[in-house]
């Protein structure tokens, strides 16, 4: 699948990982041949890498960022500013300059630690309640939306070549008149206008049975808002072949949408594992999904000449080439 995407003009077609799955031989394998990209599933998020204040452990995101250099994958980075797996001495905090302090430490330090190295980092994720307001967390709470900016700053400075990207679910999934996917479009742009340095909206994508329909248009708005877009934690309750196909082309069609990632390899490892949400099966084995895409997806190559990659996307390949292991 990864090379029908970029024979369509994209970047990748990518999926989550972390050392446990990079260990398993036969996940490891999959993803070789068919994921162009890994994005780290929780070894990249504040608890992991930041646990107590100042104490910085980034042995299981080395791990994924060595993996994907050595096997020349792309890299998602994922993800610096969270409300969730937060530790409580973050949440703790009551002063706007320690906080501001805290912030640009950790996405300094994490994000300045692989530059050169990842492609895209998820700055600040779910950030939004359904509403489409900011979600009530210790960052909104004490910095208001100044946090966003902060921290996004830091991440500028810390890997001027890395697309940076804000990251949230019910999106597209609900429709592109749902509140929350105006709301953040309303958000996003008045920041961009205001000159803080978001390069792309992430669209997490976790579908229920028969909400594909709804992605089309909701992820068309996504996409205008900001110079770039893509999905980033797709997964489809059922996997119905119809469903994954809906998605993959919308994303295909939206010239700025330049990739997408499945979360997860197999559906016994996905965190909605009862709900069968994959392309390959327990077995490592590719299911109807996987075999529609190829078919309705790639036959879409058959209109299309040598691969047309924008010079921005072709900055964004080469500031991300691969470069040697971390030690």
């Known amino acids: 699948m990864d090379a029908i995407f970029k ?4 970047l990748y077609f990518g999926t989550c990982a972390d050392a446990g799955s990079l260990n398993q031989a036969s996940n490891a394998a999959v993803i070789k041949a068919d994921f162009g990209q890994v994005t780290p599933e929780n070894s990249g998020k504040w608890d992991a890498i930041e646990a107590s204040q100042g104490n910085f452990n980034f042995g299981g995101l080395d791990t994924l960022v060595n993996w994907a250099t050595t096997n020349h994958k792309l ?15 973050v949440s703790a905090i009551k002063s706007k300059e320690t906080l501001t302090t805290v912030i640009q430490n950790h996405v300094t330090k994490e994000i300045g630690r692989y530059a050169g190295k990842v492609l895209q980092w998820d700055v600040v994720n779910e950030i939004f309640n359904e509403q489409g307001g900011l979600r009530t967390s ?3 709470t004490v910095l208001g939306e100044d946090f966003v900016r902060i921290a996004f700053e830091a991440a500028k400075k810390a890997d001027p070549n890395a697309k ?5 679910y019910n999106t597209v999934e609900k429709g592109s008149t749902y509140a929350k996917t105006t709301g953040m479009i309303s958000y996003v742009k008045k920041w961009i206008t205001a000159g803080i340095p978001i390069d792309g909206i992430g669209a997490q994508t976790h579908l229920m049975t028969g909400e594909a329909k709804n992605v089309p248009a909701a992820l068309k708005l996504l996409c205008a808002a900001a110079p770039e ?7 489809i309750v059922g996997a119905a072949p119809a469903d994954y196909v809906t998605v993959v082309k919308t994303c295909v069609e939206i010239h700025n949408c330049v990739g997408l990632t499945v979360w997860g390899v197999r559906d016994p490892d996905s965190w909605r594992a009862a709900s069968s949400p994959l392309l390959f099966n327990a077995a490592y084995a590719t299911k109807p999904a996987y075999s529609a895409l190829v078919a309705t997806i790639g036959a879409m190559t058959a209109s299309v000449g040598a691969p047309v990659v924008t010079a921005a996307a072709q900055k964004s390949i080469s500031s991300a080439a691969p470069t040697p292991p971390l030690t």
């Open 7 to 10: 024979r369509l003009g994209k």
């Open 75 to 89: 890299i998602r980075g994922h993800t610096t500013v969270w409300y969730s797996q937060l530790p409580s001495w």
């Open 138 to 140: 210790v960052f909104s």
């Open 164 to 168: 940076l990207y804000i990251n949230d």
């Open 229 to 235: 877009c893509a999905i980033t934690e797709m997964d």
